[in-house]
């Protein structure tokens, strides 16, 4: 079974910068499309961006885009999610999670494999 960690997490000021990461053993994440998802204390989860399998399109967010990119290096079989210019607004847990279904959404119900999260404090 696909098992996913996420890295990267931690505490950063407000305008800082943290790349997240997302890995698997024994499968290959080329093979899946990936999502991130944050959770905030008392918010629900919701998608962040996500990376289609193979060709298809990458999506953000409307309050990810121009802050955050998300790509694959498939020679670490890793997704990164890089966040720049970090609000207090984005402090929650991250997670990602995985389909083998193309293209990718924002949404938890298109993923089946999650990760176990990273915590996010955005705080001066």
């Known amino acids: 079974q696909l098992q996913l960690v996420e890295s990267g997490g931690g505490l950063v000021q407000p305008g800082g910068s943290l790349r997240l990461s997302c890995s698997a053993s024994?499968?290959?994440?080329?093979?899946?499309?990936i999502g991130w998802f944050r959770q905030a204390p008392g918010s629900e989860r919701e998608g962040v961006s996500c990376?289609?399998?193979?060709?298809?399109?990458?999506r953000y967010s409307d309050s990810a885009k121009g802050r955050v990119t998300i790509s694959r290096d498939s020679t670490k079989n890793t997704v990164y999610l890089q966040m720049n210019s970090l609000k207090p607004e984005d402090t929650a847990v991250y997670y990602c999670?995985?389909?083998?279904?193309?293209?990718?959404?924002?949404?938890?119900?298109?993923?089946?494999?999650w990760g176990p999260g990273t915590q996010v404090t955005v705080s001066s």
């Open positions: 999670a995985a389909t083998g279904v193309r293209p990718c959404l924002l949404s938890q119900s298109w993923y089946n494999n």
């Open positions: 990376i289609s399998r193979s060709v298809g399109p990458t």
């Open positions: 024994a499968f290959s994440l080329d093979s899946y499309s």
